[in-house]
Structure formats: structure tokens, C-alpha cells
């Protein structure tokens, strides 16, 4: 089935080890993002890369790396680990322009 | 800055009944609105957008909301719930970029 793919669903990584997250679109969508979801907080931002070979900051970047490798993939990487990167990792992708996202199920990232 | 404010945390209500999820959006700008829903364990799924036109929109599995720029309010209804539609619900703006911005998320449990 077309759509997002994240991997892995689940992680346990301890304080201070690093890893990455893998994402995947095959619907050819220009934008990619990834976005982090706690408790009471909504979605908020880490990164997003708006077409192939560019990637911004969004409104919390900090500990966090990516890398859009091509059109579809785009990569977001934990250099050292901190129990305040606990979250669920969401990637998603849309066309250019205001179409809304597709979005992939999640990774349960804990970190102790 | 755009922001998005989503009025109830958790809204309980009894199958069968109507209910409705409130969300305002603060901008500036033009702005294009989002429904998501998320059910347990999953990602999130397009319910319904406003980008221009009718003010009314209807989404998937009888939810609609309305689009009001003088109150700057984006509210969801749905005339008659179902256990089914427990899940949360989650507001978005988008900006002139494409970028979603979202609201913290709305619970809501239907009841038998």
C-alpha cells in the first residue's frame, strides 16, 4: 500500500547512545517532516525538509539531525540520547502546497 | 506567529449524541485548517480541510466542521457519535509554506 513507512515502530536506547530513525514515501510528495508528540502537547516540529536537497529547523530541533538522502527518504538521527527525547516520532509528507499530510504509524522512542 | 488552541482537553459524551471538538487558530494571514484524527496506537489520519469556498466542510465518517474568520474558529461537530469515534482529535494551520501547525489534541471517549 502507498503511504509513509517508519522504522522501527519501538526503540529503547540509553542515555547517550545514538540512532536514527528511517522514513520512507512512495508517493512521490516534494516535503517531507518529522514531528515529535507528548502528552498535552500536540505535534510540534523537529525538522522538515520542503523538496529534495534541503532541510530547515523547526520549532524544536535541538539534539536532533536529518538528512534527506532523496526524494524519498528522509532520515532523522538522535546523536546522544537524553530521557527528554521519550516521545512518539511521527514522519509525514505532502505535496507542494496546502494538501495536508500523509503520515507514517510512529516510533515509540524511550529513553532511560 | 500562527497558533492553534484547542478549547477542551477530554470531551466525554454518550454514544448516540452530538458532540462537538472547538479550535482557534490565531494568524495574520490567509490561513488553511485541518482536522486529524488519531485512533489508539496509530498515526494520524486526514478527517477533513478548509482551504477556500464553502465555509461548511464535510470530512470522512460524518464529521464536518465550519470555518468562522470572524471568530477565527475551525470547531468539528458530529450530529451522532459512535464508540467507534473514540480517538483524538488534533487541529492544524497551515502556513503560506505548507508547514502544519498543531493544536495540543483533543480526547474524545464515547460512552455506551
Known amino acids: 500500500n502507498a503511504g509513509v513507512t517508519q522504522t522501527p515502530k519501538f526503540q529503547v536506547l540509553k542515555t547517550g547512545q545514538s540512532m536514527t530513525l528511517q522514513c520512507a514515501q512512495d508517493m512521490n510528495h516534494n516535503s517531507m517532516y518529522w514531528y515529535r508528540q507528548d502528552p498535552g502537547m500536540g505535534l510540534r516540529l523537529i525538522y522538515y525538509?520542503?523538496?529534495?536537497?534541503?532541510?530547515d529547523k523547526g520549532e524544536v530541533p535541538n539534539g536532533y539531525n536529518v538528512s534527506r538522502l532523496n526524494k524519498r527518504e528522509f532520515s532523522l538521527r538522535l546523536e546522544s540520547a537524553a530521557p527528554s527525547q521519550t516521545s512518539v516520532y511521527f514522519c509525514?509528507?505532502?505535496?507542494?502546497?496546502?494538501?495536508?499530510?500523509?503520515f507514517g504509524s510512529g516510533t515509540r522512542l524511550t529513553v532511560v | 506567529a500562527q497558533s492553534v488552541t484547542q478549547l477542551d482537553s477530554q470531551v466525554p459524551v454518550f454514544e448516540e449524541a452530538p458532540v462537538e471538538l472547538r479550535c482557534n487558530y490565531s494568524s495574520s494571514v490567509s490561513v488553511y485548517l485541518f482536522w486529524y484524527v488519531q485512533y489508539p496506537n496509530q498515526g494520524l489520519q486526514l478527517l477533513l480541510k478548509?482551504?477556500?469556498?464553502?465555509?461548511l466542510v464535510k470530512g470522512i465518517n460524518g464529521f464536518e466542521a465550519e470555518f468562522n474568520k470572524s471568530q477565527t474558529s475551525f470547531h468539528l461537530r458530529k450530529p451522532s457519535v459512535h464508540i467507534s469515534d473514540t480517538a483524538e482529535y488534533f487541529c492544524?494551520?497551515?502556513?503560506?509554506?505548507?508547514?502544519?501547525?498543531f493544536g495540543q489534541g483533543t480526547e474524545l471517549s464515547v460512552k455506551p
Open positions: 478548509y482551504l477556500s469556498g464553502s465555509t
Open positions: 509525514a509528507s505532502s505535496r507542494a502546497g496546502n494538501y495536508g499530510y500523509t
Open positions: 525538509s520542503a523538496s529534495e536537497g534541503t532541510t
Open positions: 492544524a494551520v497551515s502556513d503560506q509554506g505548507g508547514k502544519l501547525i
